[in-house]
């Protein structure tokens, strides 16, 4: 067979392609493509997609033809010094040509290629927050991963590392402490679980998870007694303008032999998660950098190989624990202002939160049943008198804004102070 870059030559020049023609299907220059055909380059595992995708070659065939060593694949058979014993053993053997044949048929009828092991569910704004951080770096970086895992595993919430991240062309390696302390505030406050990390592969520019990155996830399920974890690898890719972001999920299923990495397809909600906007609204974090997912366009992010930016899936409400998260962070938050229980009432266009003043007065917030559960109106109540008086409030107020629905409380309650005393 000829070599891989002969190989996808004689498959251009079948279809009558110029060095540019391929090179605009692929999204390299003409020069690339040349190298590659004189074997002065070795095409990235993503690359070899685009090259099987547009030439109609399969990806078995494009492998078979690739005779040198990958990173990964050296990678791996240096952590075997057995198999480099039996590799020298094989060279030095008069049969090996026969023995390597036989060998790879074996191969081929035992182990199929790796096919997409179902779904990861994520926000659009994770995965933009996700490329907008590994973008931002010229070495490698990542984050964490927080959502929750029930048949599905999904993400609600992508984070940048922590301050103490350590970062170099070829290493990442998480804030650990920090980690811990974030990982039970988002416990704490939204039931969300740690299920891995996502991390970059600048200079190595490997779409799979390296043996250091399985040994590190294994021994994290293994001390937690997780019996699934995801990982996100993220390459970049120069064209002739904007780098392309591309991100490759992985799953982890230690619940069977085959644990893994196994890759995912991934389904994306549209616009911002809800997690996120509530610690937008909040303020908090701020080395988070949680309005970073703005800087990056969902056009420019492919899903593994694809050609295309993901697919939106249609707008859905949001789950009934971040709901109930934040109606119970709301009402702790008025009732620590108020000193007083706070009234939860559920009605036919959502719910109203009613939380003391003074005496015989009270605020009734009424919100919207949809995320993020829109502040529709506020009324002073005072229930001696059985009146109701609206209270003018800024546009947009919604439930995860607990600062500015706190600012408002406040400004009534001083206000009714100020009433009593002119009244006395």
């Not at 409380?409 to 002119?422: D, I, L, T």
Request: overall charge neutral.
């Amino acid at each position: 067979m000829a070599e891989l870059g002969e190989f996808i030559k004689n498959r251009r020049l079948a279809r009558n392609w110029s060095l540019r023609r391929l090179g605009g299907e692929i999204g390299v220059t003409p020069a690339y493509v040349a190298d590659i055909e004189a074997n002065r380059r070795l095409p990235s595992a993503d690359l070899r997609q685009r090259i099987s995708s547009v030439l109609e070659i399969p990806p078995e065939e494009l492998e078979a033809a690739d005779n040198r060593l990958s990173p990964n694949l050296r990678e791996w058979i240096e952590e075997r010094p057995h198999l480099i014993t039996l590799l020298r053993s094989l060279r030095a053997s008069p049969e090996s040509d026969m023995l390597i044949q036989r060998l790879t048929k074996f191969l081929n009828r035992r182990s199929p290629p790796k096919i997409p092991r179902g779904f990861l569910v994520t926000w659009e704004s994770e995965l933009r927050a996700i490329a907008a951080e590994a973008s931002a770096w010229s070495i490698e970086t990542g984050g964490d991963l927080f959502g929750r895992w029930h048949d599905i595993p999904t993400i609600l919430l992508a984070t940048k590392a922590g301050p103490n991240a350590q970062r170099n062309n070829a290493h990442f390696r998480l804030d650990v402490d920090y980690l811990r302390q974030f990982s039970e505030t988002l416990a704490s406050d939204w039931a969300l679980r740690y299920f891995g990390d996502w991390h970059s592969h600048h200079r190595l520019g490997l779409s799979a998870p390296s043996g250091g990155d399985r040994k590190r996830i294994l021994s994290i399920a293994g001390r937690n007694q997780f019996t699934g974890m995801a990982e996100i690898i993220v390459t970049l890719e120069d064209t002739r303008g904007e780098p392309t972001i591309r991100i490759h999920p992985w799953l982890y299923d230690l619940s069977s032999q085959n644990s893994g990495p196994l890759p995912l397809r991934v389904k994306v909600s549209p616009g911002l998660s809800p997690v996120r906007q509530a610690l937008l609204a909040r303020r908090v974090l701020p080395e988070q950098e949680f309005f970073a997912w703005e800087k990056i366009s969902l056009q420019r992010i492919r899903i593994g190989s694809d050609a295309a930016p993901p697919n939106l899936e249609p707008a859905s409400d949001v789950d009934a624990t971040t709901r109930e998260r934040t109606l119970s962070q709301l009402a702790e938050a008025l009732q620590n202002e108020s000193g007083s229980a706070v009234e939860h009432h559920t009605t036919g266009f959502g719910c109203v939160v009613v939380a003391n003043l003074e005496e015989q007065n009270y605020l009734a917030f009424a919100l919207g049943t949809a995320w993020p559960m829109t502040v529709l109106e506020v009324h002073r109540l005072n229930r001696d008198a059985g009146t109701a008086e609206l209270i003018k409030t800024p546009g947009g107020l919604v439930a995860p804004d607990i600062p500015g629905i706190l600012e408002i409380f406040r400004a009534a309650k001083a206000n009714e102070k100020r009433s009593s005393h002119v009244d006395s």
